[in-house]
């Protein structure tokens, strides 16, 4: 496995790679979830390069930006056990160096939900996806299901500026009490790490009425809502959300959509979403 933390390296070694090249974009603090998407990658790609960056730009509180969990050393130990290709492990420098000032602005549905509750948040991710694919000039990218906004911003994003590359989505996948993997998890308490399943346990219930032909709009998230807030160590929801699934748009009470939400324990903020067909 080979680590590079400058952009030259990773572009001598991108220049030689056998294709195809599968990217799986991550902020480090790896978990099952990654480890989902670079098994799919190397299931599908001759050459896979992860990438562990965690990218100012895209937090909204220096705090949050601080207290995001880093654990380069294990992220290598267990990447090179996967036996990925090349590891890109750039600093701050390499990525922002002295004089950068461009930035992607994404629109419309990039500003509701996680958007409007971080507010350039999706201007960040854009940016950051947009340099690491012309980096790694990868055939794949493998991003997963549980930042399903994301997923649809860089969709979005790819699409609008004509960059070829395939977007490849993973399932989420949960602890065996339903909690999402997440690098943020670790961040809580033993009581918070409780408590945060009642935000899978709130989606699921929903997703059940909905199956069983409840399909109206504020019934699903008034009742999802009150399983959520009857959790006392939820101290906000952010937003509960129900959205076309195709394009995230405003859903129709017909056809598939997705139900996302975000709530705070503490200042720990998690985020899910289920489908519901
Ligand atoms: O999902 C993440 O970990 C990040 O948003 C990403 C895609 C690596 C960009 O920094």
Redesign the pocket.
């Known amino acids: 496995m080979q680590v590079y933390s400058l952009k030259s390296g990773l572009a001598a070694f991108i220049s030689q790679a056998r294709r195809p090249i599968g990217l799986v ?3 480090g603090a790896l978990h099952k979830g990654h480890l989902s998407l670079i098994r799919q990658a190397m299931v599908d790609c001759e050459t896979v390069v992860v ?1 562990i ?1 965690v ?1 100012s730009t ?1 937090f909204s509180s220096s705090q949050d930006y601080d207290n995001y969990p880093r654990a380069v050393e294990d992220d290598l130990a267990i990447l090179k056990n996967e036996k990925v290709s090349a590891v890109y492990v750039p600093d701050d420098s390499d990525i922002y160096p002295l004089g950068f000032v461009t930035s992607i602005n994404m629109k419309g549905f990039a500003q509701a939900l996680e958007g409007e509750a971080r507010p350039g948040h999706f201007d ?2 854009a940016t ?2 947009t340099k ?1 694919l012309n980096r790694s000039m990868p055939d794949q990218m493998y ?2 299901q549980k ?1 399903a906004q ?1 997923v649809a911003v ?1 969709r979005r994003l790819v699409s609008d500026l004509d960059i070829p590359v395939r977007i490849v989505v993973c399932p989420t996948i949960r602890e065996d009490d339903g909690l999402a993997f997440s ?1 943020r998890n670790v961040q809580l308490g033993a009581s918070q790490r409780q408590a945060a399943t009642i935000l899978y346990k709130a989606l699921a219930a929903t997703r059940d009425r909905y199956r069983a032909g409840n399909h109206n709009y504020h019934e699903l998230i008034d009742g999802c809502r009150r399983i959520i807030e009857s959790e006392k160590l939820i101290d906000k929801t952010d937003y509960i959300e129900i959205v076309d699934a195709e394009n995230f748009t405003k859903w129709d009470e017909k056809g598939p959509c997705l139900l996302l939400a975000a709530v705070k324990l503490g200042d720990i903020r998690l985020i899910d979403n289920v489908l519901m067909d």
């Open positions: 974009p991550t902020m990438t960056f990218n895209q960040g991710v950051i996806v690491l991003l997963g930042d994301q860089i690098s």
